[in-house]
C-alpha cells in the first residue's frame, strides 16, 4: 500500500568528488598561468639583455673607421727624410659618428712609440708635438669644424701629423706603423715600409 511505502535517501558522493576535481583543476591553470608569465616576463628581459650586449659587443669589435690612403712629405728645401704624415679616413658603410677629439693616433717606428691627441688648432698655426690635426676634405652636412670635429657617414678627413716635432723621421728602407684608436670601435693598425729610394718627389705615397 502507498501509505506503508517508505521512502529511502541514499548518499551521492559524486557531486562532492566533481568540486573537488574542478578546485584543482583551476589550481592547475593559475598555477601553469603563473609560470607562463614569469617566463615570459624573464625571456623578455634576456632578449633585451642579449640584443643591447650584441649592439655593444658589435661597436667594439667592429671599427668604424676606413683608411683610404697615406702619404708622406718631405720639405722642399732640403727633400731629406719625410716629415709630414697626410691619413685619409672615412667611416665604414653603417657605421656611427666618430669623434676624433676623442681618437688616439700612434706612430712607431724603430726606435720609439708616441701617442698623439687632437689638436684644436687652425690651419694656419704651427704643430704642436704630441698632437694630430684633422681637415675635413669632404663633409657635405657641415657638421665637422675644429671645435667638433665629428665624422658622420660620407665625411672624408685628412689627419696630418708631424713627425719631426715627436722627434721621429722617415728615411728610406724603414718600417713604420700607424694606429687609430678611436673612442668607440676597434683599432685600425698600418703597417708599411718606405720605398729604398725618394728620388725627387716631396710627396710620396706610402699606401
Not at 568528488?17 to 598555477?31: E, N, R, W
Not at 669623434?99 to 687652425?122: C, E, F, G, H
Not at 716635432?165 to 673612442?183: G, K, Q, T, Y
Amino acid at each position: 500500500m502507498k501509505a506503508n511505502r517508505k521512502s529511502q535517501f541514499g548518499n551521492d558522493t559524486q557531486g562532492a568528488v566533481g568540486i573537488g576535481t574542478m578546485i584543482v583543476f583551476i589550481a592547475t591553470i593559475l598555477v601553469a598561468a603563473t609560470a607562463a608569465a614569469v617566463l615570459l616576463d624573464t625571456s623578455g628581459k634576456l632578449q633585451d639583455k642579449a640584443q643591447s650586449t650584441g649592439s655593444e659587443t658589435t661597436k667594439e669589435v667592429a671599427s668604424n673607421v676606413l683608411v683610404k690612403g697615406i702619404v708622406g712629405t718631405r720639405k722642399a728645401t732640403d727633400l731629406g727624410d719625410i716629415h709630414w704624415l697626410n691619413v685619409t679616413i672615412s667611416l665604414a658603410p653603417g657605421a656611427e659618428t666618430v669623434d676624433l677629439s676623442q681618437m688616439i693616433v700612434r706612430i712607431t717606428d724603430a726606435a720609439k712609440s708616441v701617442d698623439l691627441n687632437y689638436s684644436m688648432q687652425d690651419s694656419d698655426l704651427v704643430d704642436i708635438a704630441g698632437q694630430f690635426r684633422a681637415t675635413d676634405i669632404r663633409d657635405d652636412d657641415s657638421s665637422f669644424d675644429d671645435a667638433t670635429p665629428v665624422m658622420t657617414a660620407g665625411d672624408l678627413v685628412r689627419l696630418r701629423v708631424d713627425l719631426k716635432n715627436d722627434a721621429m723621421s722617415l728615411s728610406n728602407r724603414e718600417e713604420f706603423s700607424i694606429d687609430l684608436i678611436p673612442e668607440v670601435g676597434s683599432a685600425v693598425h698600418m703597417g708599411f715600409t718606405t720605398p729604398g729610394s725618394y728620388g725627387g718627389d716631396t710627396v710620396i705615397v706610402l699606401r
